[in-house]
Nanobody, 125 residues
């Protein structure tokens, strides 16, 4: 069974940093587009960041640009989301996902075939 397993969430203060990891099991995702989404309480899930299979061409939603960095280590079959200068509005469950579609479609939830179970990030003011 294919699974994406996120880790690294937690409870932090505003201005702190966290690094989320996503480690797929069951298959290799080195040729997949990898994305991060988040869902805050009482809100729809939203796109956060995505990265191409080679690690190039990362892109982000405007609200996290300059603060979050997505990266991947294909040798470890792992994707990361480094989150700096966290704000209370970043509080959400964060999900990683894998897609076989082009990076130009990476902001769409329906582009992704595989999803993790999510990891909670809570930022206190």
């Amino acid at each position: 069974q294919v699974q994406l397993v996120e880790s690294g969430g937690g409870f932090v203060q505003a201005g702190d940093s966290l690094r989320l990891s996503c480690a797929p099991s069951g298959r290799t995702f080195n040729t997949y587009i990898m994305g991060w989404f988040r869902q805050a309480p009482r809100k729809e899930r939203e796109f956060v960041a995505a990265i191409g299979w080679s690690g190039g061409s990362p892109y982000y939603t405007d609200s996290v640009k300059g603060r979050f960095t997505i990266s991947r280590d294909n040798a470890k079959n792992t994707v990361y989301l480094q989150m700096n200068s966290l704000k209370p509005e970043d509080t959400a469950v964060y999900y990683c996902a894998a897609s076989t579609l082009p990076l130009t479609l990476a902001a769409r939830e329906r582009s992704y075939s595989y999803w993790g179970q999510g990891t909670q990030v809570t930022v206190s003011s």
